[in-house]
C-alpha cells in the first residue's frame, strides 16, 4: 500500500493498482487501473518517489513516475503505456532509464523461467 498523508487528509492506495504518478498543482496525481480520472494528493513529488520500490516504479522524465507493468515499450525517445498514452523520456537520463527497464524484463523473464 502507498500512503500519503497531508494535513488531516490522506490517500492510501495498493501499489500493484497505480499505473503512473505525476507531479500537479504543487503535488501529485495519481492514476490507477481501472480509474478514470486521477487521485490528487498534497505531496511532494520526490517525498513520494523516496517511498516507492525502484525495482518496480521508473522516473521517465521530470516529474513522472510509472509502474514498469505499465509500460507497453521503449522506443528511441518515447516509452509508450499500455492504455495507447506515451510520454517522451528524458534525454540526459535515456541510458540510465533504458538499463533500468531492460533489468525489470530480464528479472521478469527470468522468474517466469524459474516458475515453470
Known amino acids: ?3 500519503l498523508k497531508w494535513g488531516s487528509k490522506s490517500l492510501c492506495v495498493p501499489m500493484h493498482r ?5 507531479s500537479s498543482n504543487k503535488g501529485v496525481d495519481v ?12 505531496v511532494s513529488f520526490s517525498k513520494v518517489e523516496e ?14 513516475l510509472v509502474q514498469m507493468n505499465y509500460i507497453l515499450c521503449m522506443e528511441q525517445n518515447i516509452c509508450r503505456f499500455r ?3 506515451s510520454s517522451l523520456i ?6 540510465d532509464i ?5 533489468d525489470f524484463l530480464f528479472r521478469g523473464m527470468m522468474e517466469e523461467e524459474e516458475n515453470e
Open 1 to 3: 500500500m502507498l500512503e
Open 18 to 22: 497505480i499505473t503512473r504518478i505525476q
Open 31 to 42: 492514476y490507477l487501473q481501472g480509474a478514470g480520472r486521477p487521485q490528487w494528493a498534497d
Open 51 to 64: 517511498m516507492l520500490d525502484e525495482e518496480y516504479f521508473l522516473r521517465i522524465s521530470r516529474g513522472l
Open 83 to 85: 492504455d495507447g498514452t
Open 90 to 95: 528524458s534525454r540526459r537520463e535515456k541510458k
Open 98 to 102: 533504458r538499463r533500468k527497464y531492460n
